[in-house]
C-alpha cells in the first residue's frame, strides 16, 4: 500500500499523536479539568500570536474566524479597504460588507503582495478606519510583510485586521510590538491541528466591539467565556481543544524561531526544487510565503492529469483557483511537514511530469532541494 502524503496547503499532516490526543474522553465542557486545559490553550495561543491581549476559539473554521473578527473590528458604515493579493482576500471584503461597511478593494498584480509604500498611497488617498489584508494568501502563495504595513497603517490611525489563516505556527506575528489589532486562523494550516477550531486574537490595548452581534457571534458572551467555560454560551469542540493543547505544547518545545526557521527553509529547497524543473513560481522574490509555494504548470500538461499522477504515487497536491483555475498547482509545505516530506513530493512531481511528456531531468529537483537544505544545515 502506497502512503499517502498530504501536501496542500490545508488541512495539513496532523502529528499522530495529536490524533491520540483526541481520542481523550469527552469530558464535561464546563467541568474543572476541561477549563484547565482550555486556559492553558489560551495561554499558548497568546504566546504563539506575541500578545498579551484576549483568545478567543471557537468551533468553526476559518471562514467563522474572518467573521467573527471583522465583527470585533469592523462597525456598520466604516469605510475599510481591503489589500487583494488573491483569491480568498475576498472573503474579507464580503465579510466586512455584510455588516454594512463601506468596502474599497485594492487589488495587486497576480504573485505581488503590498509593500508599506503601497499602503501609504493608499491610505493618504482615502479615509479609512481598518485595513483587512492576509499575511499569506494561499491562492497564489504571496505573503504579505505584515510589520511594515501595520506599522504605515498605525500613522494613518487606521486599524489593522490580518488573516492569518496560513501563517500563524508557520511564520511570524507580533500583535502587540507590530500593533496589529485583530489576526485570525484556523485550526487546520501550520497550528497542525484537524480542522474544526476558529481562532481570533486581539491586541492587548485593543478593545473588540460588540455592537454587532449575531446569535453565534455574541462577542462580548464568547469573551466571557474565555475566561471561563463555566461562563458557558456554546459548546466547545472539547477534543479538538485536546488536540490543539497537545500541538501547541509541540510547537512550544520546538521553538518559536526554531520553527519560522524550518518553515522557511523547507519553503527555500521546494521553491528551487521548482526553479530547477524550469517551472516558474507564481509569487515574486520578496513575497513568496514560507507556507505554500504555487507554480505554473508547463504548457502541454493538463492539471487534471497532473493531478492524477501525483495522487497515483501517494501525494497530493492542489490547484489553482479563481482566474488561475487550471493553470498552476500548489504545494503546501507547513506545520509537521518535514524536509523528507519536501523531497518524496519532488521525486513524485518529476515522474509525473516527465510521464505526462514534459522534459525531465530526473533528479534535477533533488539536486536543488538537497543543496538548499544543506546550505542551512538541515
Known amino acids: 500500500m502506497t502512503r499517502f502524503l498530504l501536501m496542500i496547503p490545508g488541512p495539513s499532516l496532523v502529528d499522530p499523536e495529536t490524533m491520540l490526543d483526541m481520542a481523550k474522553p469527552t469530558l464535561s465542557h464546563v467541568s474543572a479539568d476541561f477549563d484547565t486545559v482550555h486556559k492553558e490553550s489560551l495561554d499558548m495561543l497568546k504566546k504563539v500570536f506575541r500578545t498579551e491581549g484576549s483568545i478567543v ?14 465583527r470585533a473590528s469592523v462597525k456598520p458604515g466604516e469605510r475599510v479597504v481591503v489589500l487583494k493579493a488573491g483569491y480568498f482576500a475576498e472573503y474579507l471584503a464580503d465579510a466586512a460588507r455584510r455588516i454594512g461597511a463601506s468596502v474599497s478593494v485594492v487589488q495587486s498584480p497576480i504573485g505581488r503582495g503590498f509593500t508599506e509604500e503601497d499602503v501609504e498611497k493608499i491610505l493618504a488617498e482615502g479615509s479609512y478606519s481598518t485595513i483587512l489584508l492576509q499575511h499569506v494568501e494561499t491562492s497564489v502563495a504571496v505573503a504579505n510583510p505584515v510589520e511594515k504595513i501595520a506599522k504605515k497603517a498605525k500613522k494613518f490611525g487606521a486599524k ?12 511570524d506575528m507580533r500583535l502587540d510590538e507590530w500593533g496589529v489589532d485583530v489576526c485570525l486562523t484556523g485550526s487546520q494550516k501550520a497550528l497542525a491541528v484537524p480542522p474544526g477550531l476558529a481562532i481570533v486574537a486581539f491586541r492587548k490595548e485593543f478593545t473588540p466591539l460588540t455592537d454587532s452581534e449575531t446569535t453565534y457571534f455574541n462577542i462580548s458572551k464568547l469573551l466571557k467565556e474565555m475566561e471561563s467555560t463555566r461562563n458557558y454560551y456554546i459548546t466547545p469542540a472539547v477534543n479538538l481543544v485536546y488536540a490543539l493543547s497537545g500541538s501547541l505544547k509541540k510547537i512550544l518545545s520546538e521553538g518559536l524561531e526554531a520553527r519560522y526557521r524550518r518553515h522557511e527553509i523547507l519553503a527555500k529547497a521546494v521553491q528551487r526544487g521548482l526553479e530547477a524543473l524550469g517551472l516558474k513560481l507564481v509569487a515574486e522574490e520578496p513575497f513568496r510565503a514560507h507556507t505554500v509555494t504555487a507554480a505554473y504548470i508547463p504548457e502541454g500538461v493538463e ?29 503546501g509545505h507547513m506545520g509537521e511537514v518535514a524536509a523528507s516530506d519536501v523531497i518524496a513530493t519532488l521525486a513524485a512531481l518529476e515522474r509525473s511530469l516527465a510521464r505526462l511528456g514534459y522534459r525531465v531531468e530526473l533528479g534535477s529537483s533533488l539536486r536543488a532541494a538537497q543543496e538548499a537544505l544543506h546550505y542551512f544545515g538541515v
Open 57 to 70: 476559539v471557537i468551533p468553526g473554521s476559518g471562514t467563522a474566524a474572518i467573521e467573527l473578527a471583522v
Open 160 to 171: 489593522v485586521v490580518v488573516d492569518g489563516i496560513a501563517s500563524i505556527g508557520g511564520m
Open 303 to 331: 492539471w487534471v492529469k497532473l493531478y492524477s499522477e501525483m495522487r497515483s504515487r501517494g501525494i497530493e497536491i492542489a490547484g489553482g483557483l479563481g482566474e488561475l483555475r487550471g493553470k498552476i498547482f500548489r504545494i
